[in-house]
């Protein structure tokens, strides 16, 4: 069974920090490039970030540039979102996808998008 789950969500103050976990199982998530979307209440899905397979290329929202850092453990299957300095405005669903290609051109439009994991909500409040 092909699966990807994310984890790490939760509440956290304004100015915190939160690591997001993406684990895939059944799958190698070696010759993919892997992600993040977010979507906050009442707004689109929004790219946030992408890796590509090697973790050598790394993409950002400018919304999130110099705060959050991706990174890949290829070993434990597993791709990171570190977030930190974290705003109000960052409160959404946060959800992992595999591209099915390698690299991340095009990754934060949306394209050659492949498996999604079911999310997990990142709320930031005091």
């Known amino acids: 069974q092909l699966e990807v789950v994310e984890s790490g969500g939760g509440l956290v103050q304004p100015g915190g920090s939160l690591r997001l976990s993406c684990t895939a199982s059944?799958?190698?998530?070696?010759?993919?490039?892997v992600g993040w979307f977010r979507q906050a209440e009442g707004k689109e899905r929004e790219g946030v970030s992408c890796?590509?397979?090697?973790?050598?290329?790394?993409t950002y929202a400018d919304s999130v540039k110099g705060r959050f850092t991706i990174s890949r453990d290829n070993g434990l299957n597993t791709v990171y979102l570190q977030m930190d300095s974290l705003k109000p405005e960052d409160t959404a669903v946060y959800s992992c996808?595999?591209?099915?290609?390698?690299?991340?051109?095009?990754?934060?439009?949306?394209?050659?998008?492949?498996?999604w994991g079911q999310g997990t909500q990142v709320i930031v409040s005091s």
């Open positions: 059944g799958f190698s998530l070696d010759y993919y490039a």
């Open positions: 890796i590509s397979s090697s973790g050598s290329d790394t």
């Open positions: 996808a595999v591209s099915t290609k390698y690299y991340c051109s095009g990754y934060m439009e949306g394209m050659n998008l492949g498996s």
